[in-house]
Each structure stands twice: as structure tokens, then as C-alpha cells.
């Protein structure tokens, strides 16, 4: 056999059978030689390169269904496929429909040539996978369609180091005088050989992000998408197939995602021979890009894993990926900083003076950044006007923005700022001199959403306009981080700066816009340290990763439902990502009453802030707090670098519970919370994971309001994988009579920490 062997890549030159592949995980494809198609042979754990390939190919005799050639074998419905087409003897839903000059959709993209090269593809603006990898190798296929000068391109990635293969699809258009309209382009479909898995997604609406849920397959279609011009808190663009039996720890998990943050669709077709199709890229839905000549598209990068160690094995990659190659390098091991928000403290209702208050107080408790949120521009009283007018609002502040930025500065601490950079409200200048820029069709009703419409970002005027009013901020005060909200989504879209042709390309150009700002205020303020929001987890993705190294995840700041929303977002993003402040009780989502430890025993596995007026707070919270910060200082190292096991769901369990632990360090860091008081408690322990068997550690219980130890033991590492930490010890207290003992209460935590004995 001829081989072309890269490391990660070795293809049978003349069968054409492409075998990605490294310790973790394997790929394999080939060429149908009699028709030219692409067909999937095996995505799954690491297998090595087979010695024959014959026996992979699945075929059946099926006479009564439509056959590309002279025999009862050849038709795609029933051929494991690359990236199909639908309607070509396939009946499935198809990767992508090209529509041609005549108005048909008959494509026929038979295989040309491979080509690999070293490294991850640079997609400029496109959010797409980056860092130096010396072993990430790409692998291009080249299609050529029969009936134009169409070419398709098919790229795959893979690297030495985790279980991950990135897809992504490039669609040419070699001719010069013909446009084609490509109206369906997702970044990857895979056919599965069988239908025995659950789906397994990230689901909720404003203030309950990142829900999960898991259903078993059935024959048909099962779809997550968002077409808000968002991916949505609706729907996170990630679905996992689980096998039925497969667990939080062990059993095989496919999982995948997107680099994307604009309108997505994620599929699943089982057919009726059981096999599974999955899918995932840009939506369809009013999706038709004119592919002019000698132009091309590119898709959204899709993250693809398979795991055998459960939900852990997938998160993990996913989360290592995020970190290593997605999120800007500058802020993975950099310590974030800790933050005060004054949006819970005074919303709509301050001044400089209040804000000072509580930027002094801050600073004594020793927080690094204060950021000053919605409400200091134009005549912001309330959420009715003046987006779009980024001039600061005289009334609050008189001095000024770099006054203020200045006087917090000099207390010692950094400035942030908010902004909602694609938005606009009618009461403005800038929607009074250009009113074209809003989107909506000028004869047609137009709806708004909290009061507010939003700004044609596929026209790169408007998003000069905006680059121009925040870059004068930026450069006339101290500015380290930007809150950067979006707080309504895009209905009745339609764009006065395209053509009637184009108004098909507008969801995608908008979020290109939105990346092509992202991309010119980090160019010229590198040093920003960007925080995304969109009313909380609404536009949570990997795609907003790649600009804004962490994303405030929902405006539920209550710990009890944030424990179900830090936990669902665990599912592929890293803690070090996942904005958690602590906020005032009663809480202002639900009016929890929750103590001050649980509040940041839940934030603390978070980008920990804190997001209440610390100026009404008695003198002994403030201690508190300054202990609780000094605490997360210590811990944030395990935070930004550790692997996160999640140990009991609070989907499921009274008494959740989570591990950080590093294996370089041998720290780790347990939450452990129980959500409602039971009387005459069961017996509970937590076994932890991932440690080193052999190790000794010093495990310390926290008392997280006082950033002291309760108490520690030294224990061997398989003695907490095997036995675990037993939680209830009150035989330590013979005298203790049962009705002098300390009351119980809901809303509970308690935190430990391991460190290995010298
Ligand atoms: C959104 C954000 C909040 C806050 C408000 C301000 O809801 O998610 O954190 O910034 O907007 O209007």
C-alpha cells in the first residue's frame, strides 16, 4: 500500500482511505471510486490504521430506492456520507444546497485531490482555532462539481495532543461571469452507523441558561438552532449523542460545537435503517449567499469529540481546547481581574459620588476592577433611549468619564465601562442622521425589544460609526475592561445597505460585522480585557470566546439556580470563562435568601465578582467579603488552570457537588452544596476524581467567610477516589447533645481544598 503518513494522517494513496488519527481518537474516510463521493467509515475511539478497509463499507441490497449506478447498492440514502447533498438519491437533509442558474439544486461534487498542511487554517475575523501546535495538521479535500466550476473544500484538523477534530467547509466559486446561490452551507455532517444514543443539549430562556437536557433518539428529526441573529439563550450551539448508558464517568459521548455566534442549526436524523446523521453549522433558515465569481464562503469552524470516559472525557477536551487554542492567550494565565459591578448595587440610579462610595469601599476590601454598567451615557434614566449615543450623561456625571476613571484609578483600582455597541435608540443623533442603519424594511412594521432596535452591523458604516464613538472613549479615559451587552435579538431583518439578491447574506454578514469590531477595538486597545453578555448567557459560545476571554452567563445571580447554570455551561466552556458574582439577598431574580458563604462558595469556580452596593452592607459582611476575597485570589491559579470534574448534578441531586483539581500542582479546590435542610440527614460522602492514587494531600475544610482552615486530615489519594470525603463527622462531638446543636439550614456549602503533603 502507498502511504502518505504524516503523523496524524495517513492516507491509502491509492485507495483513497484517510485515516486521522491520534492516541485518543480516530477518522476514517475514503473515495468511492465508481462514483467519486466521499463516504464515512469511522469516527470513534483511537483505532490504528486498518490493514484492509473492504470489510468497513456498509452495503445492502435495496432495490425499490433510487440508484446512481447499474446495481442495488449505489445509493446515497444509504451510504454513510461526508457531506452530502440532499435530493441526489439521498433523501436525508442535506450538508448544503447550491441553487444554479436554471433554478435547480443538482449538484454532483465528485472528489479531485487532497492536499495537507501544517498548522490550524487562519480564517481572519472568523472566530477560528489558533496558537502555535506543532503537530496540528490540516487535511483539505478538494471537490470539484461536474456541472460548474464549483469547488468544495473540506477541512479537517487534528493534533497530537487532545481528542479533537475540527471541521470546516470552503465553498469556491472558480467562475467568472456566473453567481450561484448557496443556500445551505453547514460546517460539518456525520453519518453514525447505529441510532443507540441520547441527545444531550444546553437549553433556557433569559435568567435560566445552560439547562440540560437528555432524550433518547427516535427515528426522524430532532433540531437546536437559534435564529435571532444570536446563538441564543435559547440554545447553545453544542449537542452531545451519548450512549444510553454512558455516565457522567465513563461510556462513549460524541460531542460538538461551534466557533460561531450567529444563527445556528444542530441536527440529528436518525433514518430508517438507523443510522445517524448529525449536523451542525450556520441556519438555513433565510440563509441564501450569492456566491459571485471568484469569490468563495467560508463556514464557521466546527469542534468535533468522542469520548469513552462519559460527559468528564468530552468536557474536558472541549474545555482544553477553549483554553489552549480559542481564548486569547494573554488572559489564560494571567489572573482575571476580581470585580465589582455596580449594576445589582444602583441600576439606573447614580452619580459620581455613589460611585466613588462604592469604588472605595471596593478598593478596602481589595478588589481590583470597578465597572460602571448600563446607564452613563446620553440621558440613560432608564432602559428607554439613548443606545447608540455613547457621549457620557452630564446630569450623573458632570466631570466627566476620565475623571471618574481617574478618581477610581487613583484609589487604586482598575476602570471598566459597558456598552451595547449594536444596539440604537430612536432618541438619538445617530438614528436621526442615519436612519437607514437600523434594521427593518423602511415600509414594513418594525418591532422593538426593551425598547430598543438594533444596528445594521452587515453595513460597515454603522460599525465604523460606532468603532469611532467608543474608540474616542477609549482613548480619552483609562479603560481595562469592556462589558459588552446585547439585549434584544433581530426580528423582521432585512438591510438597506444590501441588494434585494443579497438580504439572504445579511445574519452572517451582521455577526461578521460584530466579530469586525470586535477585532479593530482589539487591534488598537490589545490590552482590553473584554467581557460578553447578551441579557446574560444569550450569546455564550466559542465563537464570543475568541474576543471576549469570558462571558457573563446569565442575569440569574442567585447561587441555588446558578449551581444549574455554571454546571450546564461546564459542559464544554472552562470555569475561567464563566462570569459568577456574588449579589445582594433578597436576590433580585428570585428573592432567595441564600447565606453570604454559599453566594461565594458557587461564584468562586467562576470569573469571580462581586455585584451589590458593598456601601449598605453591615461592617461584619465586609469582613466577610474581604476574607471571601482573599480566598478567590488564592485559589484563581486552580480555577484558570485546573480540570473540572463534576461529582453529584444539581439537575438531579439535593446536594451537588464539583472538583477543581490540577494534576501539576496536586491543588484542588470541592464545592460541595445542599440545596434544602433535610431532617435526620442520610449519610453523605463525596468521592473525588482524577487524583493521583499513590499521593499524600492535606485535605482542609475552608471556611470560606474567614479564609482559614476548619480543619485538615491527611489522606492518601485513593482513599478519597475510593471512600471519599465522609461529609457527616458529628461524632468528633461526643459532648454535643442533639438539641444544643447547631441549626441546619437550607442553602448550605462547604468547601475543601487539597494540597499535597511535602
Ligand atoms: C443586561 C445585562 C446585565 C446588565 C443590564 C444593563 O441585562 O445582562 O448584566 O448589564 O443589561 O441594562
Redesign the pocket.
Known sequence: MMTTDSQLITIDNQNLVFHLHNQQISYLFRVIPEIGQLEQLYFGPAIQTPIDYHHLIVRDLRPADNQLTGDYTSSLEHIQQEYPCFGTTDFRQGAYAIKYPDGDYISEFKYQKFEITPGYLNLGELPHARYHDETATTLTITLQDAYSPLQILLHYTISQENAIIIRSTTFRNLDTTTSYHLQRALSFSLDLPDANYDLLHLHGA?AKEMQIERRHLMTGRMAIDSDRGASSHQHNPFLALARPDSTETQGLVYGATLLYSGNFLGQVEVDNYDVTRISLGISPTQFDWLLQPQSKFQTPEAILTCSQAGLTGMSQAFQTFFREHVIDQRWVDQPKPILI?N??AT??DFDEAKLLKLAQQAKALDLDLFVL???WFGHRDS?NGSLGNWSVDNHKLPAGLPHLANEINKLGLKFGL?F?PEMISLDTPLAAEHPEWIIGHPAKRRSHG?NQYVLDFSNPAAVTAIYNQMAKILHSTPIDYV?W?M?RYISEAFSNYLTAEQQGEFYHRYIMGVYHLYHRLLAEFPELLIES????G?RFDGGMLYYASQG?A??DTDAIERLKIQYGASLLYPLQSIGAHVSAVPNHQVGRLTPLSTRAAVAVFGTFGY?LDLTKLPAADLTIIKAQIQFAKRVQPLIQKGQFYRLKSPFTSNTPAWEVYDAFTKNGLIGYYQVLSPANPDYQRLVLRGLDPKQKYQLSEIDINHNSIISTVEVFGDELQNIGIILNKDYTNKAAEYWQRPQPYDFASRLFQLKPTE
Open positions: 433569559w459591578n449594576w445589582e441600576y439606573f454598567d448600563d446607564g432602559d459597558w451595547e426593551r462589558k451587552d439585549n453578555c447578551a441579557g446574560g444569550g457573563w446569565s442575569d455585584e
